[in-house]
């Protein structure tokens, strides 16, 4: 082999010896940057024949998992992009009509039966070597506020979705979190559609409704 | 002086047979089958619809994708002209009814759910004849041995043996869509060990196991679907080698 030769060969294994560390490292630290990507389906459920208003507060607009802790450093999930998709997705599917309000009361002029506001109570996140399982799990916890036109809160129930995704010999840690937390995002959305006619609170304000409905119909 | 130098052994004819003898041996895949025939089904009709699905509520696994799809493939290329839904597909367009929170557990839900006349619209527009819940998962059971590996500016290599033995365990259910009454349950569990010698170059010498129980499950199925109302219950195996221990026939939930 000829000098230049055996310099390049030399080269050539300093970089492979460069990258391998470089990898070494990358896979070794535990900061995330993730921005979550979700995809809802349209939900198959009938439409209940109510203007709903929804109002998305400041606060549940612009959550952002956070974490800085000895295992999770530098931890930033930002998921409110796929949030506001869940909810901008299925609550048409699930009502006559949706109109976006500015606050949990209804605007002068502008006609809602009801306004749901929804809120983030928690998020929580596990990791396979933390729970010795081969599974990449996500927990989210919403409340669900829904509000008179005038305001006054008819009532609130939590909703959680749960997701997992399988630790495959090649799945990223972003990509496994990723997936569970869109199948906890979808859980959230099934939850909320087929849940929502059947919740006790919703019952109860649809019956006096029809009450106060025939009350003002009698003469 | 010119001499021809005296032929040595050849390391590939020697290596070639050890290698062949060593796949062969230990690569092997032992599955057992059991089954249990339920109401006789009628043989899927040409354009009727079959949709696997995973089951995905246990918290301890996740029914592997790759596996599913690895079935619903086998069944619609078993040349039995049987159409099978992917389970993505069918899963999104049913949204939300088949979440893992929210899939009827029995064909009693199914039949519940049928009261929905979005839900019975949709499903029946797909012509389906036939769900197959599949649960379960491949795990490696047992490692053994050490690999270690090196590399340096002069090159690299390996050296060591490595062993581990992998074990599926599947249950397929099927329900009858039109009849809303379950069809046959198949289990199947197959177990296999790998392993990688490594001289310099590591030669992985793998089980297929998830393969192996992926197919006897999508031939049975495929049987299932295709046969007369004659069989009540069969319970077999099917393996490379002799099975561990004697099969017995599931009972019925």
Request: glycine share 8%.
């Amino acid at each position: 082999m000829s000098v230049s030769g055996k310099r390049k060969h030399r080269q050539f294994h300093e970089s492979l010896l460069t990258t391998a560390v470089v990898l070494l490292l990358a896979g070794c630290s535990s900061s995330l940057n993730l921005k979550v990507k979700t995809q809802i389906p349209t939900p198959v459920v009938t439409r209940m024949p109510l203007v709903m208003g929804v109002h998305f507060s400041d606060k549940f607009r612009n959550y952002v998992y956070q974490e800085n802790s000895e295992d999770r450093q530098n931890w930033h999930l930002d998921n409110s992009a796929s949030r506001l998709a869940l909810f901008r997705q299925v609550l048409p599917s699930m009502f006559k009509e949706v109109r976006d309000v500015p606050g949990t009361k209804a605007p002068a002029g502008v006609h809602v039966d009801a306004i749901i506001s929804p809120e983030v109570e928690d998020m929580q996140l596990a990791l396979p070597k933390e729970t010795y399982s081969d599974l990449y799990e996500a927990w989210i916890k919403y409340k669900i506020q829904l509000y008179r036109p005038d305001g006054k809160l008819i009532g609130e129930w939590p909703i959680t979705g749960y997701g997992k995704a399988e630790k495959g010999f090649f799945t990223s840690r972003s990509k496994g979190l990723n997936t569970a937390i869109d199948q906890a995002m979808r859980d959230i959305g099934a939850k909320l559609s087929i849940g929502f006619p059947k919740q006790e609170v919703v019952q109860q304000w649809l019956a006096s409704r029809t009450n106060e409905y025939h009350a003002e119909a009698r003469p | 002086m010119n001499t021809t130098p005296k032929p040595g052994p050849n390391l590939v004819l020697l290596g070639a047979p050890i290698l062949l003898a060593a796949l062969l041996a230990g690569c092997g895949s032992t599955t057992v089958i059991n089954e249990y025939r339920g109401k006789p089904a009628a043989a899927i009709k040409k354009g009727e619809a079959v949709v696997v699905l995973g089951r995905r509520n246990r918290p301890d696994h996740e029914t592997e994708a790759d596996f599913i799809e690895c079935v619903g493939d086998s069944l619609s290329d078993g040349g039995k002209d049987v159409k099978v839904i992917p389970e993505k597909k069918f899963i999104n367009s049913m949204y939300p009814y088949f979440e893992a929170s929210t899939a009827p557990m029995n064909v009693k839900n199914l039949g519940t759910l049928m009261q929905n006349p979005a839900v019975a619209k949709k499903l029946r527009k797909l012509n389906l004849r036939y769900f197959v819940w599949i649960d379960g998962d491949t795990q490696t059971t047992d490692k053994k041995g050490t690999l270690s590996c090196a590399i340096g500016p002069g090159g690299g290599g390996c050296f060591g043996f490595l062993s581990w033995e992998d074990q599926s365990n599947y249950e397929a259910t099927i329900w009858d869509f039109k009849k809303l009454a379950l069809s046959g349950k198949i289990s199947a569990q197959t177990d296999g060990t790998s392993y990688v010698p490594a001289v310099i170059v590591p030669i992985p010498l793998l089980a297929r196991v998830q393969a192996h129980a992926c197919k006897s499950m999508a031939e049975r199925i495929s049987q299932l679907l295709e046969q007369s109302p004659t069989t009540a219950s069969v319970t077999s195996t099917q393996a490379d080698r002799p099975p561990p221990s004697p099969a017995s026939t599931l009972e019925l939930e």
